[in-house]
């Protein structure tokens, strides 16, 4: 039995030590936010958040969480309230087939509570996810603009 927090929830799961995080992610517990891409690490369609840091899940062993802490897309939307990251998703039409986009929007969650105001080789350094349909420049207004939005929000609960 494995266990570690998922989206904040205690979870354990009964599944053999060395399958992919990826798949007791979608598979046994049910969150198929997190999408399959490649398998080796390369495309960034499986990226979570682990510890708070963006990792490849198809590639992670379950048992490597295990005591730990993992976040999917899931995770940002609050009571139905959308994270500033997913809101610059749509207020800079970033999806087009929108697979990718899950991984891509974690991977920028992270940077973003790194590097609340990145620059543009910090975002190139960082999202090395791949999209298909090439969203790339709306990828990087967005991120900015999540970044603003994040700025917004902290002046508000700060007042």
Same mark, same amino acid.
């Given at each position: 039995?494995?266990?570690?927090?998922?989206?904040?929830?205690?979870?354990?799961v009964?599944?053999?030590?060395?399958?992919?995080?990826?798949w007791?992610?979608?598979?046994?517990?049910?969150l198929?936010?997190?999408?399959?891409?490649c398998?080796?690490?390369?495309?960034?369609?499986?990226?979570?958040?682990?510890?708070?840091?963006?990792?490849?899940?198809?590639?992670?062993?379950?048992?490597?969480?295990?005591?730990?802490?993992?976040h999917?897309?899931?995770?940002?939307?609050?009571?139905?309230?959308?994270?500033?990251?997913?809101?610059?998703?749509?207020?800079?039409?970033?999806?087009?087939?929108? &697979?990718?986009?899950?991984?891509?929007?974690m991977a920028?969650?992270?940077?973003?509570?790194?590097?609340?105001?990145?620059?543009?080789?910090?975002?190139?350094?960082?999202?090395?996810?791949?999209?298909?349909?090439g969203? &790339?420049p709306r990828?990087?207004?967005?991120?900015?603009?999540?970044?603003?939005?994040?700025?917004?929000?902290?002046?508000?609960?700060?007042?």
């Amino acid at each position: 039995m494995i266990q570690f927090r998922l989206n904040d929830a205690n979870v354990a799961v009964d599944v053999p030590d060395d399958m992919p995080l990826l798949w007791v992610i979608r598979d046994k517990l049910k969150l198929t936010g997190t999408k399959f891409g490649c398998g080796i690490a390369q495309c960034g369609a499986c990226t979570v958040k682990l510890d708070g840091k963006a990792v490849r899940s198809c590639v992670i062993p379950v048992a490597a969480v295990s005591g730990r802490a993992v976040h999917t897309v899931e995770s940002l939307a609050i009571d139905s309230t959308l994270a500033p990251v997913q809101q610059a998703w749509i207020d800079e039409q970033v999806s087009q087939c929108g &697979y990718c986009q899950p991984g891509i929007l974690m991977a920028v969650d992270a940077l973003l509570n790194e590097i609340p105001e990145p620059d543009d080789a910090a975002i190139d350094n960082a999202i090395t996810n791949i999209c298909r349909c090439g969203t &790339y420049p709306r990828v990087r207004r967005a991120i900015h603009r999540a970044a603003e939005l994040r700025r917004g929000a902290a002046k508000l609960t700060s007042t």
